[in-house]
């Protein structure tokens, strides 16, 4: 794949929020796991966890955490990616906090587009009540959710979400 492919890659993904209820088999869901495996790391601590949540009450209890918000009740399969401070903070103490952050980030961000590889449809979710999250998954204190995936069979939005024009963002050499 060249370089324009990729962005061609990247830029037909869109987040997607509604799902056939269709479930998704182990074969399709074992790449998306894999594919966190490749990210990098802080030190290549991997500190990141995934929980892979496809049961229709801890689905339905996740939703509540979320805020209400559909997708993730309707989605067939939600990963609930998560940062292990112990991993990280053992090595790199209070910056261990920022790097398990970005450990966990990344490792989502590989998900998502595993899963666009898969001819699967995602949404990133980061609203929700973390405390509350943690009780339904039975989360121990140094892991921290960060964001849930919602994977499943789903419609493309018609229109691609806009973005701002590159420039807004780059900086070259200073601010
Ligand atoms: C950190 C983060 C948090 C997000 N939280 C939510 C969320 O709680 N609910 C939701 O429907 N979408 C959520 N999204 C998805 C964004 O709304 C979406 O990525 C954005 O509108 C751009 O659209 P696109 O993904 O289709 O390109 C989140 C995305 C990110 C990266």
């Known amino acids: 794949m060249d370089s324009s492919e990729f962005l061609d890659f990247l830029s037909s993904r869109s987040s997607v929020r509604d ?24 030190g290549n601590r991997e500190a990141w966890d995934v929980v892979a949540v496809t049961d229709g009450e801890v689905m339905d209890a996740l939703a509540e955490a979320a805020l209400s918000q559909p997708h993730i009740r309707e989605a067939p399969c939600v990963l609930v990616v998560c940062a292990n401070y112990i991993r990280s903070m053992s090595r790199y103490g209070e910056r261990g906090i920022l790097y398990a952050i970005q450990d966990a980030t990344i490792a989502c961000t590989y998900m998502m587009l595993a899963a666009h590889a898969g001819g699967l449809q995602s949404c990133w979710t980061g609203a929700f009540d973390e405390e509350e999250v943690k009780g339904i998954l039975n989360l121990p204190a140094h892991i921290r959710p960060i964001a849930m995936l919602a994977v499943g069979r789903g419609k493309m939005p018609a229109e691609r979400a806009a973005r701002m024009d590159l420039s807004e963002h780059v900086h070259r050499d200073f601010w």
């Open 19 to 42: 799902f056939t209820p269709s479930p998704l088999e182990e074969h399709e869901i074992d790449p998306i796991l894999s594919s966190a495996r490749t990210a990098p790391s802080a």
